[in-house]
C-alpha cells in the first residue's frame, strides 16, 4: 500500500530539523530566562515551539565557534565582575540540542550588544554598547574564553545630532575574511571603525599583533551605523543605519571603503517613528534584507554585482512587531523573523529567484527575541 505523499513529508521533514537558538532580553516583564531553543524543518517551514536552553542574564547576541559544538553570547554575569563590566559566556551544544554552562569572562566593557568569532576560532571580539568599548578575547584550543587580549575606547566625542549619540557605541564586530580586519560599526560616532591585524593567524601571544587602526567609513551625520554586512566576494560592504533608517553602500578591499550611495529602508510617504535593526546579504549575492522597527517590514534590494547599488524590491510585512533580528535559512527558501515588541517569531517563505518575502506563513511564541542563529 502507498502511503499519502503529505504522510510520507510527515515521516521524513523531521530528519531535516535544523536547531535554532534565540537570544533575549531578559530584562523588565519580558518573561525570558536567558537563551531558547526551537527546531526548524525547512521541507515544511515548520519552526517548533520555544524551549528554555539555558539560563543567563541578557543574552542578547549568539554566534557559534567555527569548528566546535560551542555557543557563545553576550551578556551579564552570573557573578558580578570585580571591575563592573559585563560578560561573554560559553555554552557546550549538546546532541540534543540542549546547552551546558562553560564558564564566562569579562566582555571589557559595559552592555555589550554584539559578538564575533574570527576564521581561526582563536579570538572572540565583542562590542560594548554603554561604553562604547570593543574587546578581543583570547579563546583557548578547547573554545573556552580565557581572557582579554585588547580593549579600546574612542573617545572622539559624538556628533550630537541626536541624543544616543554623545559618545560612543559600538554596535557590532565583524572580521572579514582574510581575518586580516576587525570592522565596528559605532552608532554614537558616524562611522565604522577599521582595525588592522598584522597576522592572519591572530596570534594573541604575540604582542606584535597588535591591532593598528584603519581609515574609517563615514556614514551621514546622524545616520547611527549599527550593524554590517558582505557580499559573498566581499567587494561589497552595507551598513544599515539605525538613526535615519538608510542603507550606505561600499566598495570594499582589505579593509578599506569608499561610499557609493546611501538608500532609504521605508516607503515613500511613511511618516511614522522607526527605527532598522538587522541587515543581511543573501548567499548567492544577489539580495540585500533590511527590517524595519516601527514600520515593521522587512525592505529586500536587488544588488547588482558590479556596481555594487542597491534596486528597491519590496516592503515586506515582517509578521509581528518590532523586528529585531532576522536570518535567512541555510537553504535560502525562509527568513525567519523576531519581533522584540510582539514576543514572536514568524516564518515568511522567501522566493530565491526574486528575493520577495510572502506573508508570514507561522508565527510562534519567544519571549523578546533579540538574535536567531541558526545552528550548524
Known amino acids: 500500500m502507498k502511503l499519502p505523499f503529505s504522510i510520507l513529508l510527515g515521516l521524513v521533514s523531521p530528519l531535516f530539523a535544523v536547531p535554532v537558538y534565540i537570544g533575549t532580553n531578559t530584562g523588565g516583564n519580558t518573561g525570558s530566562k536567558g537563551i531558547y531553543q526551537a527546531d526548524f524543518d525547512p521541507v515544511t517551514g515548520k519552526l517548533s515551539e520555544t524551549k528554555l536552553a539555558a539560563e543567563y542574564r541578557n543574552p542578547g547576541f549568539l554566534v557559534q565557534h567555527p569548528t566546535k559544538p560551542i555557543l557563545y553570547a553576550c551578556g551579564q554575569p552570573n557573578k558580578s565582575l570585580d571591575d563592573g563590566t559585563d560578560s561573554v559566556a560559553a555554552f557546550s551544544i549538546g546532541a540534543d540540542h540542549s546547552l551546558k554552562f562553560l564558564g564566562e ?3 571589557s566593557g559595559k552592555d555589550p550588544c554584539h559578538v564575533a568569532v574570527d576564521a581561526t576560532g582563536r579570538v572572540l571580539a565583542v562590542a560594548n554598547y554603554g561604553d562604547g568599548r570593543i574587546g578581543l578575547i583570547k579563546l583557548t584550543d578547547e573554545g573556552m574564553p580565557e581572557k582579554v587580549w585588547f580593549s579600546y575606547r574612542n573617545n572622539l566625542k559624538g556628533p550630537g545630532t541626536n541624543r544616543r549619540q554623545e559618545q560612543s557605541h559600538a554596535h557590532g564586530v565583524y572580521f572579514d575574511k582574510t581575518n586580516l580586519n576587525l570592522l565596528i560599526p559605532d552608532l554614537g560616532l558616524d562611522r565604522i571603525q577599521v582595525f588592522h591585524l598584522k597576522n592572519a593567524d591572530v596570534n594573541v601571544d604575540s604582542w606584535k599583533n597588535i591591532p593598528s587602526e584603519g581609515m574609517p567609513l563615514l556614514s551621514a551625520p546622524g545616520a547611527g551605523p549599527r550593524h554590517m554586512a558582505f557580499s559573498p566576494d566581499e567587494k561589497h560592504a552595507y551598513v544599515i543605519n539605525e538613526l535615519d533608517c538608510t542603507i550606505l553602500a561600499a566598495s570594499h578591499s582589505n579593509g578599506a571603503f569608499k561610499p557609493i550611495e546611501t538608500v532609504s529602508t521605508l516607503p515613500g510617504g511613511f511618516e511614522g ?56 535559512s541555510p537553504d535560502g527558501k525562509w527568513l525567519l523573523c523576531g519581533h522584540q515588541g510582539s514576543s514572536t517569531i514568524s516564518v515568511l517563505p522567501r522566493d530565491p529567484e526574486t528575493g520577495k518575502l510572502g506573508e508570514a506563513k507561522q508565527t510562534v511564541s519567544s519571549p523578546s527575541p533579540i538574535c536567531i542563529l541558526f545552528a550548524r
Open 105 to 107: 569572562v569579562s566582555s
Open 273 to 328: 517613528s522607526n527605527s532598522t535593526a538587522e541587515i543581511e546579504v543573501s548567499a548567492d549575492g544577489r539580495f540585500v534584507y533590511g527590517s524595519n522597527r516601527g514600520h515593521d517590514s522587512i525592505v529586500v534590494f536587488a544588488r547588482d554585482a558590479e556596481s555594487g547599488k542597491l534596486t528597491l524590491v519590496q516592503h515586506a510585512p515582517c509578521g509581528g512587531k518590532t523586528p529585531r533580528h532576522f536570518k535567512i
